[in-house]
């Protein structure tokens, strides 16, 4: 049996399963890109619901393992040399679970190294940019009378799409015809643009059809289905 008890999270979050990855998460757009990636994978786990409303991912122990006080972190028991292996950044697990389950990243390096760069993509483009479009368009930033930074990030978020558009015109999706993990880095990004933070109109969502129809694509997978919600509230 693991002995995570070196690691402060886990007074916090005591595993009942220490032999299972632990995750730290809330169903966020960047959380459920790991909880989907596990359900796809089937790599057994057990989440922990890093509350919010508690500022939960500012305690000691959370900090512990991510100093950078965000969600989604795992902790690995069976990590490499079958060493614990704690970590952030949800483009850096989403690897790490590909390379451990050799699922959902092309093992050619060349279309490797494409998903990558989509997946980095994601990374510094989409998640940061179309967050900021929720700021000014649902958050405090609605409130604010200058509309020039909400329109600002709009027309970025706009860009993004079309790149996205030309990608998803010419194949099933983003990297390729093969679903990876910069899909599932993406689309709850795209979900969460439409859905929760009111935006679809606003970016004129009709105008990119494929980019809708990889999205609904995405969701009628049973493993994102599951993904989406997990931590639940009881976790
Ligand atoms: N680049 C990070 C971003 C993570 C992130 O922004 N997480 C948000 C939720 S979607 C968070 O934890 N916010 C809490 C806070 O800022 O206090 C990643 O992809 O893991």
């Not at 993004?160 to 099933?172: D, I, M, N």
Request: glycine share 10%; proline share 10%.
């Amino acid at each position: 049996m693991p002995d995570l008890s070196a690691f402060a999270i886990t007074r916090k979050w005591p595993p009942r399963f220490p032999d299972r990855l632990q995750l730290y998460s809330l169903p966020t757009p960047n959380g459920v890109k790991v909880a989907i990636m596990l359900e796809e994978t089937g790599l057994p786990y057990e989440p922990h619901r890093v509350s919010f409303d508690t500022h939960d991912q500012m305690s000691p122990e959370f900090l512990s393992l991510n100093p950078n006080n965000k969600i989604p972190a795992i902790l690995d028991p069976n990590g490499p040399g079958g060493q614990p292996l704690p970590l952030f950044e949800s483009g850096a697990i989403l690897i790490y679970l590909a390379d451990k389950t050799g699922r959902f990243l092309p093992r050619d390096p060349a279309a490797r190294y494409g998903a990558l760069q989509w997946l980095m993509f994601q990374m510094g483009g989409i998640g940061p940019m179309f967050g900021q479009v929720g700021f000014f368009n649902k958050f405090a930033g609605k409130h604010f009378e200058d509309k020039r930074p909400r329109d600002r990030y709009v027309a970025e978020a706009k860009r993004l799409l079309q790149v996205l558009e030309g990608q998803l015109r010419k194949q099933a999706w983003i990297a390729g015809d093969e679903y990876t993990i910069a899909d599932i880095a993406t689309f709850p990004w795209v979900r969460n643009l439409v859905g929760f933070y009111e935006a679809g109109d606003l970016v004129g969502i009709a105008d990119f059809p494929n980019v809708t129809r990889a999205l609904d694509t995405f969701l009628a997978r049973p493993a994102v289905a599951r993904g989406l919600v997990i931590p639940g509230s009881g976790d």
